[in-house]
Nanobody
Framework: QVQLVESGGGLVQPGGSLRLSCAAS????????MSWYRQAPGQEREWVAG????????NVKDSVKGRFTISRDNAKNTVYLQMNSLKSEDTAVYYC????????WGQGTQVTVSS
């Protein structure tokens, strides 16, 4: 059974940090590219960051460049999103996505940036 389970979300003050994790199981994690998306209330889901199968290539959305970092540990079947200098506009449900022979989504984790 394929599972992507996000964790690490929560309430944080502006300027704070969070690290999201997405633990994968049920498929060959190291053969999939991984991405993080987010969806704010009333808005469409948007791509935030992506990482290649080996982790050698990463890319992030311009608005989070310099603040967010994506990484992966293939030994742990886990992808991470380190989020620093958080802003209120980063408030959203964050999802991880696996892209390869198939596409899988996690259930999401809420991130709320508020004082």
């Amino acid at each position: 059974q394929v599972q992507l389970v996000e964790s690490g979300g929560g309430l944080v003050q502006p300027g704070g940090s969070l690290r999201l994790s997405c633990a994968a199981s049920g498929f060959s994690f190291s053969t999939y590219g991984m991405s993080w998306y987010r969806q704010a209330p009333g808005q469409e889901r948007e791509w935030v960051a992506g990482i290649s199968k080996t982790g050698g290539n990463t890319n992030v959305k311009d608005s989070v460049k310099g603040r967010f970092t994506i990484s992966r540990d293939n030994a742990k079947n886990t992808v991470y999103l380190q989020m620093n200098s958080l802003k209120s506009e980063d408030t959203a449900v964050y999802y991880c996505k696996a892209s390869g022979p198939s596409v899988y989504w996690g259930q999401g984790t809420q991130v709320t940036v508020s004082s």
